[in-house]
């Protein structure tokens, strides 16, 4: 079974920075469909940063230019770099990757962004 770990989640004032880590286990980032959503309360999960399989990348308006996603194959894990975090961050961050036609999430990590 697949699973997905994520981790580096917390509280944060606003300007500040965290790094989300994903890891995972029975399956591999490389060269699969792979990303972050996040999910607010009482708001739908969304799409914050994604890899395709030819390795694009694409991000949320609102978080372009202050989020950067990455995979590192050797470690099999995929990571999300926060910069200048902004209250509306809050919410938590989900990863997903794509394997043989199914979607696999991990449990969730929250972010806490104050003002």
């Known amino acids: 079974q697949v699973q997905l770990v994520e981790s580096g989640g917390g509280l944060v004032q606003a300007g500040g920075s965290l790094r989300l880590s994903c890891a995972a286990s029975?399956?591999?980032?490389?060269?699969?469909?792979t990303g972050w959503y996040r999910q607010a309360p009482g708001k739908q999960r969304t799409l914050v940063a994604g890899?395709?399989?030819?390795?694009?990348?694409n991000y949320a308006d609102s978080v372009k230019g202050r989020f950067t996603i990455s995979r590192d194959n050797t470690k099999n894990t995929l990571d999300l770099q926060m910069n200048s975090l902004k209250p509306d961050d809050t919410a938590v961050y989900y990863c997903?990757?794509?394997?043989?036609?199914?979607?696999?999430w991990g449990q969730g990590t929250q972010v806490t962004v104050s003002s």
């Open positions: 997903y990757v794509v394997t043989r036609g199914t979607t696999y």
């Open positions: 890899i395709t399989i030819s390795s694009d990348t």
């Open positions: 029975r399956t591999t980032f490389s060269s699969k469909s």
